[in-house]
């Protein structure tokens, strides 16, 4: 059965979406713990991130990087942060975070933003992006 991340790449389930390529998609966090909060992925299914092959790995990096570059002109922050966690959803993921302090980086402090407020982030750091490809 498809991961719900896998189905929001494949445009099953609705996403604000910043960024695509034939490879990998990114999308904001539903829950973030900083407004622009992205999740970055690769569309084949793979629960854990270092069991992606090197080649694979090495564009969700370079993929990362440019969707990071577009967040921070987006968003403004000192740095974008990133983590790898992904106990929560078994599809691999990167975590990119608007950070202007390390307390930013705290995921036990999710929010929730209005649905407006989502779809102009997601619209500005997609525009971003599109200056980056």
């Known amino acids: 059965m498809a991961t719900i991340f896998s189905r929001i790449a494949a445009g099953e389930i609705p996403s604000y979406k910043v960024a695509e390529t034939d490879r990998y998609f990114a999308f904001l966090d539903i829950n973030p713990v900083q407004p622009g909060h992205v999740?970055?992925?690769?569309?084949?299914?793979?629960?854990?991130?270092?069991d992606i092959d090197d080649d694979e790995f090495a564009g969700l990096q370079l993929f990362a990087k440019k969707v990071a570059r577009a967040l921070r002109r987006?968003?403004?922050?000192?740095?974008?942060?990133?983590?790898v966690i992904g106990l929560e959803v078994p599809h691999a993921h990167i975590h990119l975070v608007p950070m202007n302090d390390e307390g930013d980086l705290d995921f036990s402090k999710k929010t929730t933003l209005a649905e407006t407020e989502m779809k102009a982030i997601a619209e500005t750091i997609a525009a971003e992006y599109a200056k980056e490809a």
Do not use: H
């Open 39 to 50: 999740l970055v992925i690769p569309k084949r299914e793979v629960d854990y991130i270092f």
């Open 74 to 83: 987006a968003i403004p922050c000192r740095k974008v942060g990133v983590a």
